[in-house]
């Protein structure tokens, strides 16, 4: 894959042009900060009079309604929650996108599953910093970096991935690396890692071990303690160095158990539903389950409230509190 730094791009594709960020939540702010430290012409695109305004305001930016900003801008770059882009695209983004403009993402989800399809005459770009924004904001400040993905979904202008790889370096990713991709690799792999490892793996994994251990008469606390509050440890090693690199930290029996023992627990079973997960992203399965289904909210909220009232969770927070967390 073609990795682009800092000497190999250049903000001259920017230069005279206004970025709209509609948006200023975790990524927003973020980038939106960062590119109007590194000298573009940011305006901020919010609902008026809501927090985000309040906290745009408070940054010395003068945020316009989005309309109002989808109209200036000749980027315009959406960094509201997935499920809410279509509407607000259709009913104040769309009738703006003049010939020539460029209309941003930080996940493909919506233009890869056609939940909003550009007009043919303007830029479709993809540029995902791969970092909570807090921690990208950060690392700009410190002079550092995250990695970003790119991508171009139209090239319209022939400069797609130019601008693409401008907004990556205004942001400070190009200190890190950035990575070419597509809209389809992006997102389907994003929404594989989240379902299978990340978010839904771990998860269960975890809820699992406690309730094994717990059913079989071991106390909750120690229960918490094994599965859920030394991950984060085994999860550090694993970041700062690979998976070698942890194992070479942990205990000899600790290597011994988690390399006979863990296959038998995330066998071949356990990878025909990951390959499962898959093609129901690749399909467009879980689009129709999650954006496409109007009770997909009230579903979230239920097994929200079943989470937050799970034993672990009551338990997580006595630990928490011991430990000064």
Request: glycine share 10%; proline share 5%; aromatic share 6%.
């Amino acid at each position: 894959m073609k990795v682009y730094y800092d000497s190999d791009i250049s903000l001259d594709v920017l230069k005279g042009k206004k970025i709209a960020v509609i948006g200023y939540g975790s990524q927003g702010r973020a980038q939106a900060l960062n590119m109007r430290d590194s000298g573009l012409d940011v305006v901020v695109g919010l609902r008026e009079g809501g927090s985000s305004w309040k906290r745009a305001v408070e940054d010395g930016f003068n945020p316009l309604p989005i309309e109002e900003a989808a109209k200036v801008g000749d980027v315009i770059h959406i960094l509201i929650p997935d499920p809410e882009q279509p509407m607000l695209y259709k009913e104040k983004i769309h009738h703006h996108l003049k010939a020539g403009k460029t209309l941003g993402f930080s996940h493909g989800y919506n233009i890869h599953f056609r939940q909003i399809v550009p007009p043919p005459n303007v830029d479709v770009v993809l540029m995902a910093p791969k970092s909570p924004g807090p921690r990208m904001r950060e690392l700009y400040l410190q002079g550092k970096g995250v990695p970003a993905l790119v991508g171009v979904g139209q090239n319209y202008t022939g400069k797609a991935l130019e601008t693409a790889l401008a907004m990556a370096k205004a942001c400070g990713c190009s200190r890190a690396g950035v990575i070419e991709t597509t809209f389809k690799d992006e997102t389907e792999t994003d929404l594989f890692g989240e379902q299978a490892v990340l978010v839904g793996g771990v998860v269960e994994l975890i809820r699992n071990g406690f309730e094994v251990l717990v059913e079989n008469g071991y106390p909750p606390e120690l229960a918490y303690f094994e599965v859920l509050n030394e991950l984060k440890l085994i999860v550090d090693l694993i970041y700062q160095g690979g998976i070698t690199h942890m194992l070479k930290a942990v205990s000899d029996t600790a290597k011994y158990g988690g390399l006979t023992v863990g296959p038998q627990i995330v066998d071949s079973h356990v990878r025909k539903n990951m390959e499962k997960a898959l093609a129901r992203i690749k399909s467009g399965e879980f689009v129709e389950t999650w954006t496409g289904n109007p009770r997909s909210y009230e579903i979230l909220n239920d097994l929200m409230k079943k989470m937050a009232d799970h034993q672990i969770e009551k338990v997580g927070e006595k630990i928490r509190k011991m430990a000064n967390i």
